[in-house]
């Protein structure tokens, strides 16, 4: 069946550090790869997405690259900021299946 | 901004209480999940649908959770009789195939 691993936490960065977190896969076909992030206390938003291979999805800073040659949606970003601490879910879903996470990676960043 | 609706946001109940929670999908949604979450064991999937139908609930314990979804505008879980080890963060979330999904704030629930 359809899997996600992602890089195990918690990390902890300085402010303006260059952050990725690792997320690779294991599905049948072509799935839509995603990346979620919870703030304390509150649901699941979706952070950005892709749809096909060679798509990069981004949004508020953060980029990922649907690579299906390494079966890889690494999360990264230039800068990072006190308010991007949370907890960054990846995941897949595709046709007819169920959406699929990743076990989650804390990230903390210090001012 | 379209949104899922949770209700209740927090609820605590004595083991052995039946328990609803409720979701309101976004409309035009087709798809309809419901995780659960803990700090041990992270976001579980309970079930799922797709146009109303149940696609899979393997991951719910049979004998005490049941999930329907009795319209478009609802879907509901169900625990009865609830135990403390229940006792944790359920999401509902809906969309439209694989484009994305949009999450609920989820129901507290405590089980004492």
């Known amino acids: 069946g359809n899997s996600v691993t992602q890089m195990e936490g918690p990390v902890t960065l300085s402010e303006e550090a260059f952050l990725t977190i690792n997320c690779t896969y294991t599905?049948?076909?072509?799935?839509?790869l995603f990346w979620y992030v919870q703030y304390p206390g509150e649901g699941l938003q979706l952070l950005l997405k892709?749809?096909?291979?060679?798509d990069k999805g981004s949004n508020k800073g953060f980029e990922a690259t649907y690579r299906k040659e390494t079966t890889s949606f690494h999360l990264e970003k230039g800068s990072v900021q006190v308010s991007d601490s949370a907890v960054y879910f990846c995941?897949?879903?595709?046709?007819?299946?169920?959406?699929?996470f990743g076990q989650g990676t804390r990230l903390t960043i210090n001012p | 901004d379209a949104r899922v609706t949770q209700t209740p946001r927090h609820k605590v109940t004595e083991m052995g209480q039946e328990v609803t929670m409720r979701c309101q999908p976004i409309?035009?949604?087709?798809?309809v999940f419901w995780y659960r979450q803990t700090m041990m064991q992270g976001l579980e999937l309970l079930a799922y649908?797709?146009?109303?139908?149940?696609?899979?609930d393997s991951g719910m314990p049979k004998d005490r959770f049941s999930a329907e979804m009795p319209d478009a505008t609802l879907a509901t879980l169900k625990i009865q009789p609830s135990e403390p080890r229940d006792s944790a963060v359920y999401f509902c979330?809906?969309?439209?195939?694989?484009?994305?999904?949009?999450f609920g704030s989820g129901t507290r629930l405590t089980v004492v």
């Open positions: 979330a809906s969309g439209l195939d694989e484009y994305g999904y949009t």
């Open positions: 599905a049948t076909g072509y799935p839509s």
């Open positions: 892709a749809t096909k291979a060679d």
């Open positions: 995941a897949l879903s595709s046709r007819a299946q169920k959406l699929v």
């Open positions: 409309l035009g949604h087709n798809t």
């Open positions: 649908f797709r146009n109303r139908a149940p696609l899979d």
